[in-house]
Structure formats: structure tokens, C-alpha cells
């Protein structure tokens, strides 16, 4: 009985000690991620936000859909959202796109880390989605494309939140063997979303539920349902015309076995890479009190045991799968910008299996009465989160003042071209932005030549005949 006691005790402790890294870890994650919102407040429209805007005004909103499916791309839920938004906002108060971006990918991951934490109290539950979320947003690749631009952030990032939504909805909805009606209706909504983003999402979201509906044999209706609207949208978007004329100007695309080759050796090499990395890493530290927590509820929700088992087959098949589209319609590897799809694929899909096969296991029962595991825990997070060199560049445009002053010359700009407006000039001459002294959010800028592309847009939006910069302030 006293050596019961004993374990009993020093289990307590264990488990305890797991707890105390959950809370330092959620600590240091939410100050790592303070700076991105921070960063948000300074942020203004370039690159093709004008073209975009300027042509939702001229076209009325269900005109310009119509014109960007036939004309450039079949992401209609990107497209769509996008527009909306320009259509609200005319473009001002741009800094909520950063701010709604980073709010709405939070909950999503809230959502999610809630679905895999059953029975856990709201602060634990918390901790872990600060910890998650820091991953996901630091380890994000050029955030000022994947974060501060609207074009970027609602075709890459709003696909990633509407994914975790979806994964979230379908998980809870597992635990029903008769879900509600509005459970299957939600999923279809954001299945429908998460392939009308982007072709990324696409290649996840269909083989997942593809696997999901055939391991339940087509009996339930909330996978079944989504998978027939899934595809249903897949088809839509693979069907534009606008594909093939953006795929114009890529010689390479459109060749089969390159596309199998290089997204095949591209999966392999991600998923090893991020392993390896202090990114992966860090996720581990993160499943280590989610394995113990969850060693004694397995057992009881075989269930989610089914579900996670279910979604291992697809995650095997997804990392090639979403590096395809890039290589079939442009022939090359995905911009930088459509690597934060595969970010939350390998982040989301590696905590939800992960986790519970650890803790089906026990292995790391053993390592919660280990004192060392709390330093080399909090260590790991925080060094994995530093080494992410967007971090130290967005503390720098901080502290450095160059977000401030990148600020300050968007808004001088501004007031320039309002009196321009005011006065009818035809071709104004503008003052340049120093864009390139903060990189972690600055887009591109117009340039010397009027009948450069950014310009026209410029010039569109505006209702210039044309636009350029001041020629003696020309940046070399």
C-alpha cells in the first residue's frame, strides 16, 4: 500500500511538473507572437490589392467573380473574399486584414487544440493553443505575402484557418454517431471554402475526406456530404479557364512526370526537413503533455482512436499531394507564400496523430517524473521560436523604428495623392516609400516607369491616366 502511495504521489508530481512546461511554454509563446500584431497597425495595400479593388468598383462584386474565374484563376472563395473585403473597406483601415488574419487563425487553432484536448481545463487548453499558434505564425514563411498582404493572406492564410475549421468540425462531429443536421452542413461549408481558397487546400482537403467517407464506408453523412461538395468545387475550380492563361506564361507546366517526380521528392524532403528542424522539435515538446494527458482517456473514446487513425492514412498522402498544383500548372516549385499550407498540414496533422499514439503507447509516462524535462522543454520552445528568422526581423522593424517610418511615408503618400485627387492632376509624381527598411511587411511599391503594371493598377484605383515616383527620388 505505501509503495501505491508512492507511485500515486510521484505521478501527481509528474504530471504536474507537465503542466507547469505547458503554462511557461503558452507564456513565451504569446510574447513571441505580440510582435505580428503589433506589426499589423503599420501595414498598407500594394502590390495587386489595387488591381483587385479597383476592378470590384468598376465591375460590381458578382461581375468581377465572373471575370477573375474566366480570366486568371478558380480560387472563388479566395476571390470572393478578397473583393468583399476591398469592397467594405475601400482599401482603408488595411491594417485589419494583419489584425483579422492573425484573430481568425487563433481561433481556428483554439478550436482545433480544443478537439484534441478532451476533458482539459479552458487555461490548459489555452496554453496549448498559444504554443501551437506561436509555431504555426513564427515558422510562417515571408509574412508580409502570407500575413499584411490582403491578396496573400486571404488566398493562403483564410484557406489555412477555413482547414482547421473543418478538421475541428469533422472530429467533434465524430464523437455523435448521429450528428445533428447543422454538424454535416458546417462541414460542407468549409469544404467547399477550403477548396475555393487555393489548389493547395485542395489536394489536402479532398484526400482526407475522400479516406474519412470510405473508412466509414459512406455511412456517415457529415463525411460523405462534404466529400460530394468537395468535389463538386474541385471540379469548379479545376474547370476555369483562367487556369490555363495564367499557366501560359510557365513553359514547364502541365508535364505529368515532373509533377510526380518533383512533388514526390518534395514531400519527402519537407516532412524530413521539419522533423529535424528546431520547428519540429518544438512541436514534440508540445505533444509530450498531451501524450500523458490523454494515455487514460484513450481507452475511452475509441471513437477519436478511429478518427486519428483515420486521418495517419491521408497524412502519409498529403505532403506530395499539396506541393502538386504548383508543379502542374507552373512547372516549378510553390512560391514561398503557399508553403504555409503545407506549415498547418504538417503541424495540425502531426500533433493530432502523434499525440494519441504516444499516449497509446505510455512511452513518455515514464519521462513526466523527469526533473531536466521542464528546462530542456521551455529551452527548445524558446530557442525553436527565436531561431525562426522572421521573429528577429519583425523585433527589429520594431524596435529599429522602420515599421514606424514605413508607416509615416504610406500615410505622407496618401495625402499626396488625396490632394492630387482633390486637384483632377491627370499624372501625378509621388514621393518613393522606404519599403525596403521594413521587410517583415512591406509589399511592392509602384516604380519609376507609369506603364509598369503595379502602377496602372495605382493609377486605376486612384482614376489617374497615369502614375510614377518623383524621377530624382527614383530608388537605384
Known sequence: MRKLQDETSNGTRGIGRLRLIEAVCGVIAGAAVTPYFFLALFTHPGTDDFCHIATVHQNGYLRNQINWYYEWSGRFFATAAFSLWGLATNLRMYYFVGLFVLTALFFATWLFVRTLSPSETSGRILFRTLSVFAVLVLAMPVPNQTIYWLSGAFTYQLGNVVFLLLLATLLRSQAHPRPAVWRPAIAVFLSVAAVGANESNLAVVVPLLAVGAVWHRFRRRDWTMSLIAALIAAIVVLASPGNAIRSADYPMAHQLSLTLLESMKGGVSYVVARLFSLTGLSGLILVLPWAVSLNAHWNERSDRGRAWSMLALAWILLFPAVLAPAWWGL??????????VPLVVFIAGGLALVAPALA????????????????IAVATLAYGLWSEGWIQLAIRDIAQGNAARYHRDQVNRLAQVDAYVERRVETPLVEPIASSIALSIATVDIGPDPKDWINACYADFYGFREIALVPSQNPK
Open 331 to 340: 512547372g516549378e516549385a510553390s512560391p514561398e507564400r503557399a508553403m504555409s
Open 360 to 375: 497509446q503507447l505510455g512511452v513518455f509516462r515514464s519521462l513526466a517524473h523527469m526533473r531536466w524535462l521542464r528546462v
